[in-house]
């Protein structure tokens, strides 16, 4: 076929001008539009960051709440001859925790997941590679560790991390009150906030874990590697430590040593569930965030769940621990210690239960929790606030309930992941109770053969605050108020 | 120490801000803050028994 050339008419001309003319006018409305998509998305996922950083730095001061809690509540269940000692160790703990995990604890959460061998894991965040190039404060790494404007997680996923190893010490503190050297409990507490606890939730307590990638160990809430690794870290102590002077009797029996203030205890205890909730919003990975579930809030197993669930489960926890309590006890210090229990008791599954499964359960832990503490007693512990059970027996027993209630459900995300189940948990609780265990009995062991480890009986039956306390609890007494005004 | 960014303008700056990135000094000063530690717990702990010493 032949083809001629054919000139367009002036008219054709003009028609394919305008078409193409309208053609750039459309492209460039499309591509104008694009670009505002783009502007909109960079703005989106910026304020989705900032959100992010804002999260976590909120939860840092609602967990401090949890440390002005203990404070309360040990000064207040210690006599008061030794209402000040017991606040300055408490806040020694705090104070010397934070530098601890600063300086070592973060490498250790992030080089321990795979066991003691500091090898990567499945997920490529773990190791001692990963750890050095992360967690140091020197070299290479310290660009992650102080104030770096492209990075807007790391600072704060620290400080909640940071606040959960002080909160550990916290959680030993209170039972061992009124006999132990300030100096020698100051370095237990850094060696359970610093690096026991840390190894716990490097094991259970990320995506690398071994607990978690080959056991299915799910603790959501840190029921086992925070509450029970704390508590059997104290009885650990508690051993060496031994009860104070008067708590037993001869024949074995105990006595009643009360607190000066119950009222300074129970409002403690409060605080302690309020600051709760900022211990479980951090346990929880930002939507829209690495690791998160999609565009919604995760587990740090990556599985989903939301701040809905928290909401439903830690209330039901606090109403049925209260309840359980006060049926068995009509004790208001026992009374918010099961309101307490309620909470652990449920934490490992606090993203999956049904509300009205964490009652019962939380029921269940806050009638337990006297009777569980007079076994303790029995054996010739001395745990003068009850954190041995509330945080130990509690904790072990609601991760091992989990491994029944939620057996089958994924640990972790992923295709193949492993499932929970029963013989998990029972052997990843267990792995935390030894881990604390262990690591309180050395450690006190090697003080008390230092000296450092108890105060001496005179200085105990004189009270702690005369010894070494520049201040007096209440110089004036507590004297009846002057009258009212008429 | 000084701004660890030449020019000295904030415009353009990205990444870490702190004092002494990229030298030997935040490992310095971490060593120096590890040793405080240990420092004040040792001296802690020398008052500790002293307040303890006429109760022995």
């Known amino acids: 076929m032949v083809h001629f050339l054919k000139w367009p008419t002036v008219q054709e001309a003009y028609d394919v001008h305008s078409k193409r003319q309208g053609n750039d006018i459309v492209e460039e409305q499309f591509a104008d539009l694009l670009a505002q998509l783009a502007a909109i998305e960079t703005k989106g996922n910026l304020t989705n960051t900032m959100f992010a950083e804002f999260y976590y730095y909120l939860s840092i001061p609602l967990m401090i709440i949890i440390h002005a809690g203990f404070l309360a509540y040990e000064m207040g269940a210690s006599r008061a001859k030794n209402a000040l000692t017991s606040g300055v160790k408490n806040i020694l703990a705090f104070a010397f925790v934070i530098p601890a995990f600063y300086f070592f604890g973060w490498w250790v959460y992030w080089g321990f997941p795979t066991g003691l061998s500091l090898s990567a894991g499945p997920n490529g965040i773990s190791g001692a590679v990963y750890a050095n190039a992360i967690a140091w404060p020197w070299g290479e790494s310290a660009s992650y560790m102080g104030p770096n404007i492209e990075d807007q997680i790391d600072g704060v996923f620290w400080g909640a991390f940071a606040l959960f190893g002080a909160t550990t010490a916290s959680i030993m503190s209170g039972a061992l009150i009124e006999r132990i050297q300030t100096v020698g409990f100051v370095i237990l507490a850094i060696i359970l906030g610093g690096f026991t606890w840390t190894l716990a939730a490097a094991w259970g307590w990320h995506s690398d874990g071994w607990m978690v990638q080959s056991l299915g160990f799910h603790d959501f809430g840190a029921a086992g590697v925070v509450h029970v690794v704390a508590a059997f870290f104290a009885l650990g102590v508690l051993i060496n430590l031994g009860p104070r002077i008067g708590k037993f009797n001869a024949d074995g029996t105990a006595n009643d040593i009360p607190g000066h203030n119950m009222p300074f205890t129970v409002t403690g205890l409060m605080l302690i569930i309020v600051g709760f909730f900022g211990f479980l919003m951090a346990c929880m990975v930002v939507g829209g965030e690495a690791w998160s579930w999609g565009g919604n809030y995760a587990t740090i197993y990556g599985t989903p769940s939301n701040l809905g669930a928290l909401s439903f489960n830690v209330l039901m926890a606090v109403g049925g621990g209260i309840i359980g309590a006060w049926v068995v006890t009509k004790d208001p210090f026992w009374m918010m210690s099961g309101a307490l229990a309620g909470i652990i008791s449920v934490a490992s599954g606090l993203d999956v239960y049904w509300p009205s499964l964490v009652f019962i359960i939380a029921i269940g832990a806050g009638a337990l929790i006297k009777p569980a503490a007079a076994i303790v007693e029995k054996a010739g512990i001395d745990d003068a606030v009850g954190a041995v059970t509330v945080h130990g027996t509690i904790g072990f027993l609601g991760v091992v309930v989990f491994g029944i209630t939620a057996t089958g459900y994924p640990a972790l995300l992923g295709e193949g992941a492993p499932t929970v189940s029963f013989i998990g948990q029972l052997v990843g609780g267990l792995v935390c109770v030894a881990l604390g265990l262990s690591n309180g009995y050395v450690a006190s062991l090697a003080l008390k053969m230092l000296g450092m480890l108890r105060v001496p009986e005179a200085a105990e039956l004189a009270g702690l605050d005369t010894v070494k306390v520049p201040a007096q609890a209440y110089p004036e007494g507590i004297p009846v108020s002057a009258p009212p005004a008429e | ?56």
Do not use: R
Request: glycine letters at 16%; hydrophobic letters at 50%; proline letters at 7%.
């Open chain 2, 1 to 56: 120490m000084g701004f660890p960014f030449e020019p000295a303008a904030w415009e353009g700056v990205s990444g870490p801000i702190f004092m002494g990135y990229g030298s030997a000094l935040p490992g310095l000063f971490s060593v120096i803050g590890i040793g405080l530690c240990f420092a004040i717990l040792i001296k802690g702990q020398m008052a500790e028994a002293k307040s303890y010493k006429s109760y022995m």
